[in-house]
């Protein structure tokens, strides 16, 4: 309700409105015969709605502009509600973005002041020192859970985990977006993701690099969860490869057979292939038509061989990955060069029954 | 193209069945179709959902019927006006539309809501072994017969017949019009007439 004003208080009944409303919900016996369905009252609220959708609603504001804000506290309290120990001045620069530093610069000028800020005071830096640990240490981890996959697949995946959106979400869930030293509020996502790149150096820095990754793992692969991980690798010729792989473990080169069909003159046919090697099925799968299902089985014939078919058991978490003893730099094989050896083999086979 | 786009698709697409009514009660083989043709045999299946195969019938024309039902089951209709009603037995419906027994069995053994009619057209019925290509192409698979053929005497040969189990042998001046070791397949004949 709007204050009253003095001429209301001269009148009782308005007085009495008054405390009728303030205590309406505990008295319900109270005699008010016309105070409780106040005329005035509908009209007030909708008087306030339309100021509000005239204003439009409130901008953003950063918790400091309410009042209560310690920045140091928060940054403290960021460290240990991760668990983490950082090393205060190195977290402190990892929360600095290049935005603010530019403004700071412009607001200096404004005032005549000339103390320079060094440039490598923002976390473009510890950003890039980041990135590079994010992408090893995944990379690492996933290959340790799919020893079998290609790079290829491996690579899809880590891209698909560094993408804009996840990283900067990933950011926001974890409450970067508050400690942000940035021009704007709410940050950019551009600012979102360097400044969590950045807190992953941070970790490494101030403590070590294990700690970063299991950091890492910890956040990033849950991001995984209700994602099918083979669809990331755009497959062009599933068939091709699949011939490639066979051939290179010595296995008869692939055949695929219809196992049965349905409705083959309606609308809604069924073929179901299978593809098999030496008479033993590697891979089936269900399809509209008979290439589609083709396709498909071929693709789940490479994911039954590189064991990351449906079945497959679930990630293991960072605890019981050796990330200490884990080769940083060893690769799974990759089907691209796997696809030229076996086309040349081809070839130089072709050239020798000539 | 996603594995589970085709696999969202297996699970909904329509399986077709083959169904020989030959020799087979058409009440009790109506139950069994009219669960096909709902898809109650699905783990997908709701009440609600039209998850329902496809079934063709065949043979339709050599249902068995026990008893004397062919004289006494009857079929009854009215025609709404007065001294419309009628009542036909079993032989003759039958003798007039041979599809249309199983039709009637299998309809009357669906719940009675707007989804039956959609569900009785997935029913193809065919009085005898001849089925259009275009029906019989998208068949699949075939859905088990609940009674067993029985195996008629004229389709034994006369080493089987020879080597059925006797208790005792008849004397020689019994006279057997129907069964004689030379000619057996003629004396069957003879019975039938």
């Known amino acids: 309700m709007a204050a009253p004003l003095l001429r209301h208080l001269s009148r009782t009944n308005v007085i009495a409105r008054r405390t009728v409303l303030a205590f309406s919900k505990h008295n319900n016996d109270m005699q008010c015969r016309y105070l409780r369905n106040s005329k005035s009252l509908p009209p007030y609220l909708k008087e306030q709605v339309e100021r509000r959708t005239k204003v439009g609603p409130e901008p953003k504001r950063h918790p400091s502009a309410f009042g209560c804000w310690n920045y140091d506290a928060e940054l403290f309290a960021f460290g240990k509600r991760l668990g983490e120990d950082f090393d205060v001045d190195i977290l402190r620069e990892a929360f600095i973005s290049r935005s603010y530093i530019e403004m700071e610069i412009e607001e200096r000028k404004k005032v005549g002041v000339k103390t320079q800020i060094p440039d490598t005071s923002c976390n473009e830096e510890l950003s890039i020192e980041g990135k590079q640990l994010i992408q090893k240490y995944l990379k690492a981890y996933l290959r340790f859970n799919f020893p079998y996959m290609f790079e290829e697949g491996i690579c899809a995946i880590c891209e698909y985990l560094m993408t804009t959106e996840i990283l900067a979400?990933?950011?926001?869930?974890?409450?970067?977006?508050?400690?942000?030293?940035?021009?704007?509020?709410?940050?950019?996502?551009?600012?979102?993701?360097?400044?969590?790149?950045?807190?992953?150096?941070?970790?490494?820095?101030?403590?070590t690099e294990e700690r970063a990754g299991a950091f890492v793992v910890d956040f990033l692969v849950p991001r995984l969860v209700g994602k099918d991980i083979n669809e990331m690798w755009k497959l062009d010729n599933p068939m091709g490869l699949l011939s490639a792989v066979l051939q290179s473990r010595g296995m008869a080169s692939p055949e695929s057979r219809l196992l049965w069909q349905t409705g083959c003159s309606s609308i809604m046919s069924l073929y179901h292939v299978g593809i098999y090697s030496d008479k033993e099925l590697i891979g089936r799968s269900p399809g509209e038509t008979l290439t589609i299902a083709e396709k498909q089985a071929a693709k789940e014939a490479l994911k039954n061989l590189m064991k990351s078919d449906d079945s497959r058991p679930p990630f293991l978490s960072s605890s019981k990955v050796p990330l200490k003893s884990l080769d940083l730099e060893k690769k799974n094989p990759s089907a691209d060069l796997l696809l030229k050896l076996y086309s040349q083999s081809d070839t130089s086979a072709q050239r020798a029954t000539k | 193209m996603a594995h589970n786009r085709v696999v969202q698709w297996s699970t909904m697409s329509r399986i077709w069945w083959l169904y020989d009514a030959k020799y087979q009660c058409p009440f009790r083989s109506a139950r069994i179709i009219a669960g096909y043709l709902q898809g109650q045999h699905k783990p997908i299946y709701h009440a609600l959902s039209d998850v329902g195969d496809h079934v063709v019938v065949i043979n339709s024309r050599h249902i068995a019927m026990r008893e004397e039902l062919w004289r006494t089951f009857t079929f009854s209709y009215h025609t709404?006006?007065?001294?419309?009603?009628?009542?036909?037995?079993?032989?003759?419906?039958?003798?007039?539309?041979?599809?249309?027994?199983i039709e009637k069995a299998v309809y009357s053994n669906m719940p009675g809501f707007l989804l039956r009619r959609k569900y009785m057209r997935r029913l193809h019925i065919y009085p005898d072994e001849e089925v259009p290509p275009e029906i019989i192409g998208n068949v699949c698979d075939q859905i088990q017969q609940i009674q067993k053929v029985p195996k008629r005497l004229d389709e034994y040969?006369?080493?089987?017949?020879?080597?059925?189990?006797?208790?005792?042998?008849?004397?020689?001046?019994?006279?057997?019009?129907?069964?004689?070791?030379?000619?057996?397949?003629?004396?069957?004949?003879?019975?039938?007439?």
């Open chain 2, 157 to 193: 040969t006369a080493e089987e017949i020879q080597a059925f189990p006797k208790l005792f042998d008849w004397s020689e001046e019994y006279v057997i019009e129907n069964i004689s070791a030379d000619k057996p397949k003629d004396t069957v004949k003879a019975a039938k007439k």
């Open chain 2, 80 to 101: 709404g006006y007065a001294k419309g009603f009628s009542r036909t037995p079993a032989w003759r419906l039958h003798s007039m539309e041979p599809t249309m027994m």
């Open chain 1, 169 to 207: 979400s990933v950011g926001k869930l974890i409450g970067v977006r508050d400690l942000i030293q940035s021009k704007h509020y709410p940050p950019t996502d551009e600012e979102m993701v360097d400044t969590f790149m950045a807190v992953v150096a941070a970790v490494a820095k101030s403590q």
